[in-house]
């Protein structure tokens, strides 16, 4: 019997220490690039931590609900997360506009298995330098910011393409 209690105890020991081959943690801000070190909320009100983003190329999509360019971009948007999402983070970061709007935004044209932040108050756009819509920043798989600018769909999937490779 005691030699079940230790057995027992040994296990519980090792599985709250880490030992036993568990998954590493997700990366944490301080592991984060300095590009990631941003926080926001999605449009439904969930917090957000770039941090989570560390390890794989990012976009990051900054769109307003009114904008016709931002609504054409939408399938691109839906496609490359369809076909790249194992391999790529996307987020997009909505602006200039309240969060009904936002959500109607992201119900209409089809992009709500990428998530969104609601950006109102401007605080990623402005730590981005984005002054308009529609801009991409991507981002590598280091956090190194390599586009800060509007791309047309083939444009973005080339550049998809050679983040993924």
């Known amino acids: 019997m005691r030699v079940k209690v230790l057995l ?40 957000f931590d770039a941090a989570t983003l560390a390890g794989k190329p990012a976009i990051l999509w900054f769109w307003a609900p009114w904008c016709a360019t931002c609504a054409s971009e939408a399938m691109s948007i839906a496609d490359i997360h369809d076909e790249y999402g194992d391999r790529l983070n996307i987020v997009g970061i909505a602006g200039m506009g309240g969060n009904k709007e936002m959500h109607e ?18 605080a990623i756009w402005k730590k981005f330098g984005v002054t308009e819509q529609s801009t991409y920043v991507i981002l590598d798989r280091s956090g190194r910011v390599v586009v800060t600018s509007y791309l047309d769909d083939l444009q973005l999937t080339t550049r998809v393409k050679a983040l993924v490779a």
């Open 8 to 47: 027992a105890t040994i296990a519980a020991v090792a599985l709250l220490t880490g030992c036993g081959g568990a998954t590493p943690a997700a990366p944490t801000a301080a592991a984060a690039p300095a590009a990631l070190a941003f926080t926001g909320r999605t449009l439904d009100g969930t917090q």
């Open 105 to 122: 935004f992201v119900s209409d044209l089809e992009v709500g298995a990428v998530p969104h932040l609601d950006d109102q108050p401007g």
